[in-house]
C-alpha cells in the first residue's frame, strides 16, 4: 500500500447561520484551495461529501460548483462520526491505487437529522442524546466516584482551549462555578457540558506520497486507523463505563501504526459530553480506570493542550459532519506546526477519537509528521 | 403501525423470536440476525433487571434489562428507592408519537 497523507485543509467559522448545506461546503472548498499551492481542479480524483443533511446529490453539485470534474463523486453518512468515515474512505481511494487525491468535505446545519436516531426503538420515549450521556455519567460516577465538579473541568478546559481557535463556536471563558450552575437538563447534566449543534464545513485534501509534495512541503501522514461498530442502538452497550467501540478501534490504529498511546503528543477526543472525554481519556490508555477526571484537572490547572487544543466538540461547536474532518485539521495544523496559540510544542505524532450515536461506533486515526 | 408498536398501545410487550436459536430478536426484525432464519412474535416476561437509572425534573428513566438481554429505556414509578440490578415490573407500556413507552415499577 502506498503511503496516504494529509495535503491541505479549509475550514468555516462554525456558527448558527441561514446559509444553505451546498453554500457552507463551497465556503470549505474554497478556504482549502486559498490555502494550497499548485492545487488545480484537475488533481482531484475523488470528491467525498460527510453530512447527515437530506439534500441528495451533493459530491456531485459541490464538484460542479468547484469547477471539478472527478472520476467519483458520492456522499459518507454515519451520523457524528461521517467525517472521519470519509477520511477512511479517502484513504482507501488512495491507498489502493484508484485516485491520487481526494477531496473530502464535511458539512452540517443546526437543525439536521442526524441529532437523533429515529430507528432506535430501545430507546423508548428517551430519544435525545442527553439521556444516553446521563446513563454513561450515572455509571461512571457511582464505580469511580467521579464528581459533577470533575466532569465540569471538561468543559472548563475545552471553552478555555476554544478561545484561541478563529473557528469556533464559543470563545468564551467559563468558570467552574458557571458551568456547575448552566441550566441543569438531567439531574447529573447541564448546559454547558454539552456540545452545541451548530452549522460549519471542514474540508481535507487526502494524497498520495508520489504527489502530495506539489500541494505542500510540509504533509501530515495517515498512519493508523482504527474503525468500530458495536450496534446502532445505544442499549446494547453493555458496560456503561466505558466505550467499547473506542477501546477496539484505538487498538486497531496503534497496531497499524506501530504506536501506543504513549507516543501521542497530541489528541482530539469526541467530547459530544463532558462525561464522554474523561470515559475516551481512559478508554484510550491516557488515564488509567477511574482517573479520567483526573487526568482533566491536571490538564486544567497546568493549562496543558494536550488534549482537545482547538476547544473539542464543547468549545468549537459540533456540525456532525463535518466534526471529525475539523478534528483532523486541528492534529494536520498542530503536526506542521501552525496552530499558533493552541500549539503543542514538538507535537509529532498525534490522534483523532470520533464517534456517533452513544459511541456505538468509533474511528480512531494516528497521524504523524 | 407494526404488530410491536400495535400490541405495544393494546400494552402488550411483544418481541420477535428464533425458534432456530431459540432467543428473542431485538430490535425487532423479520429475521434472525443469526441465522437468518424467520422470527416469529412472542410475548416478552415483563420482569426486569435494574442496568442504570437518572432523573429529570424529578422522573426517573432507566435502563432496564428483559430475559435474553433485550434492554429498553423506560419509565421507573412509585420507587422511595433504587438499587442497580432490583428487580422491576413492567406496568405498562404504550406507543405514543412514534416512540414506544415502557412504565416499569420496582418489585420489593
Ligand atoms: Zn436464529
Known amino acids: ?369 | 403501525m407494526n404488530k410491536f408498536e400495535q400490541e405495544l398501545k393494546n400494552n402488550n410487550f411483544v418481541c420477535t423470536f428464533c425458534t432456530h436459536c431459540n432467543k428473542l430478536v431485538w430490535p425487532i426484525s423479520d429475521f434472525c440476525n443469526q441465522c437468518f432464519g424467520m422470527a416469529i412474535w412472542k410475548k416478552v416476561n415483563r420482569t426486569a433487571k435494574l442496568i442504570e437509572f437518572s432523573r429529570k425534573d424529578g422522573e426517573i428513566f432507566c435502563i432496564s434489562e428483559f430475559e435474553d438481554g433485550l434492554r429498553i429505556m423506560g419509565n421507573i414509578i412509585n420507587a422511595p428507592n433504587l438499587q442497580i440490578g432490583q428487580s422491576l415490573n413492567l406496568v405498562k407500556c404504550d406507543y405514543e408519537n412514534g416512540h414506544a413507552v415502557f412504565i416499569l415499577e420496582p418489585i420489593y
Open chain 1, 1 to 369: 500500500m502506498r503511503k496516504v497523507g494529509i495535503a491541505a485543509s479549509g475550514l468555516t467559522e462554525f456558527s448558527k447561520n441561514d446559509l444553505p448545506i451546498d453554500t457552507l461546503m463551497l465556503s470549505a472548498v474554497k478556504s482549502l484551495f486559498d490555502e494550497s499551492q499548485n492545487l488545480s481542479q484537475k488533481d482531484i480524483d475523488v470528491v467525498i461529501t460527510s453530512t447527515n443533511d437530506n439534500n441528495k446529490y451533493l459530491a456531485n453539485i459541490i464538484s460542479e460548483l468547484s469547477g471539478i470534474s472527478p472520476k467519483s463523486a458520492h456522499a459518507i453518512e454515519s451520523l457524528c462520526n461521517s467525517g472521519t468515515s470519509g477520511i477512511v474512505s479517502a484513504y482507501s481511494y488512495v491507498a489502493s491505487g484508484l485516485a491520487d487525491s481526494v477531496l473530502v468535505i464535511g458539512a452540517e446545519k443546526s437543525n439536521n437529522p442526524g441529532l437523533v436516531l429515529e430507528w432506535d426503538k430501545s430507546r423508548g420515549q428517551y430519544t435525545h442524546p442527553i439521556y444516553w450521556s446521563s446513563m454513561f455519567t450515572n455509571a461512571h460516577m457511582r464505580k469511580y466516584g467521579t464528581t459533577l465538579e470533575d466532569i465540569a473541568y471538561v468543559s472548563a478546559k475545552n471553552h478555555r482551549n476554544a478561545i484561541n481557535n478563529p473557528y469556533a463556536f464559543f470563545k468564551k471563558e467559563f468558570t467552574i462555578d458557571e458551568i456547575m450552575k448552566s441550566k441543569p437538563l438531567t439531574e447529573n447534566l447541564r448546559l454547558y457540558d454539552c456540545s452545541m449543534p451548530c452549522d460549519g464545513a471542514a474540508a481535507v485534501l487526502v494524497s498520495a506520497e508520489n504527489t502530495i509534495k506539489k500541494f505542500t512541503d510540509s504533509p501530515v501522514w495517515i498512519s493508523g486507523i482504527g474503525q468500530k461498530s458495536i450496534s446502532a442502538g445505544f442499549t446494547k452497550n453493555e458496560e456503561l463505563t466505558s466505550m467499547s467501540s473506542v477501546i477496539q478501534s484505538a487498538s486497531s490504529a496503534c497496531q497499524m501504526a506501530k504506536k501506543t498511546i504513549s507516543d501521542i503528543d497530541v489528541a482530539e477526543l469526541h467530547d459530544a459530553f463532558g462525561i464522554c472525554e474523561i470515559i475516551e481519556l481512559e478508554d484510550l490508555g491516557f488515564a488509567p480506570k477511574g482517573k479520567g477526571s483526573t487526568y482533566v484537572k491536571n490538564l486544567y490547572d497546568t493549562d496543558d493542550k494536550k488534549i482537545n487544543p482547538r476547544g473539542g466538540l464543547i468549545g468549537s461547536g459540533h456540525p456532525l459532519g463535518a466534526t471529525g474532518i475539523a478534528q483532523t485539521i486541528e492534529i494536520f495544523q498542530q503536526l506542521q506546526g501552525k496552530a499558533n496559540k493552541r500549539q503543542v510544542e514538538g507535537a509529532k505524532t498525534g490522534l483523532v477519537q470520533n464517534m456517533s450515536a452513544a459511541a456505538t461506533s468509533s474511528t480512531v486515526l494516528i497521524l504523524e509528521s
